[in-house]
């Protein structure tokens, strides 16, 4: 039996209208106003603790993650006045951000939902191989300089689009690195991409734990290896003239509109 199963074991499944009342009593202690809006609220499957809500035509839509389905009513309450602030640009009230937040570190919930992650979601990849650099070769030559060629090399693909701001990530769900486009490019020096790759490379090493609450994606030890990566102060130089000149240009770009 999984674990998503044996989260799902706790009480029988809620229903609908029981889900419904949930939000309208978050309705009537966040927004006070009358009459209160109609609400359809159900359990969704989502791809993981995704939650939802919108305002149509006067009816609130609620769409909540089936992996909370036998959370307890205070957890359920809790989102529901989250997302109800969010819906109505309220401020939320930090009793219910530290419930909910506190439920979802529960290892039970977490296993769920990265199991709802691989079982119902997808990681969207291209290729490895860029226009200009080779995200294989490069993580061959790192894990042998760096980690001994202890690493498994996890799908590594270069992202659909040029982004911004985030310019590589590591999905320990999916077990992949993704790099932005935007550094695939022959005015970009190695010695960034390799350095942004090292980075994602380190998350695989030093995966995210939870400490006082809290979801810890860079602990101490994950500093002090990166800081062992060669030049890494003219790497981080190097990359932080390329985030100033990629926000440069999308400035220019709005002013022009």
Not at 20 to 43: C, H, M, N, Y
Not at 61 to 79: C, G, K, M
Not at 83 to 110: D, F, G
């Amino acid at each position: 039996m999984s674990q998503f199963e044996q989260l799902n074991l706790y009480s029988g499944v809620r229903s609908k209208e029981a889900l419904a009342s949930v939000f309208d009593e978050a309705l009537r202690k966040l927004v006070k106003k009358e009459p209160t809006p109609e609400i359809d609220a159900q359990f969704y499957p989502y791809a993981g603790l995704s939650s939802t809500i919108r305002l149509r035509e006067g009816r609130v839509y609620a769409r909540v993650s089936d992996i909370l389905a036998e959370s307890p009513r205070e957890v359920l309450f809790a989102l529901a006045c989250i997302l109800v602030a969010k819906l109505y640009r309220l401020k939320t009230p930090a009793a219910q951000e530290r419930i909910y937040r506190n439920h979802t570190l529960n290892p039970l919930v977490l296993d769920a939902s990265h199991l709802a992650r691989r079982s119902r979601g997808y990681k969207r990849t291209t290729s490895s191989r860029g226009k200009v650099y080779d995200l294989r070769e490069l993580f061959a030559e790192l894990n042998g300089r760096y980690f001994a060629g202890e690493l498994e090399m996890p799908v590594l693909s270069w992202s659909q689009r040029p982004t911004r701001r985030v310019l590589g990530h590591h999905d320990h769900v999916h077990g992949a690195i993704i790099i932005s486009t935007t550094l695939d490019d022959s005015r970009v020096p190695r010695l960034v991409v390799e350095y942004v790759l090292y980075h994602e490379m380190l998350h695989v090493k030093h995966p995210p734990r939870v400490v006082s609450g809290r979801t810890q994606y860079h602990s101490r030890a994950f500093r002090k290896d990166e800081r062992r990566f060669h030049r890494f102060d003219e790497a981080t130089k190097q990359l932080e003239r390329i985030a100033t000149s990629q926000r440069n240009r999308i400035r220019k770009r709005k002013r022009s509109f």
